[in-house]
């Protein structure tokens, strides 16, 4: 079963235009990874400081060894130098598709 992974990001004040751009060099790699099926960024409406990343994986097994990956790298040390506080993880198993 595919999952769908839902990472928020809350940016630190003026942070959002260089975190972006950080993003531009990763997420090829991140579509490019092995189970990724996509990625999307999205700004919270409600929030100019709060970044979504929605991907969805072949399984949480598939997104874990990518995350992995990116820690080992220190792609998640850099990211994490943009943030105010902590990054949320949400897994979400997709049931139905249409």
Do not use: I
Request: proline share 4%; hydrophobic share 40%; net charge negative.
């Amino acid at each position: 079963m595919s999952v769908l992974v839902n990472l928020q990001l809350k940016v630190k004040q003026g942070q959002v235009p260089n975190l972006l751009e950080t993003f531009k060099g990763l997420l090829p790699g991140t579509r490019a990874y092995k189970g990724c099926h996509w990625v999307k960024l999205a700004t919270n409406v409600e929030d100019e400081n709060v970044l979504e990343a929605v991907s969805q994986w072949d399984s949480k097994e598939h997104y874990d060894t990518y995350f992995k990956w990116r820690t080992e790298t220190g792609a998640l040390a850099a990211l994490l130098e943009f943030l105010d506080e902590e990054p949320v993880f949400r897994f979400l198993p997709v049931e139905q598709e249409y």
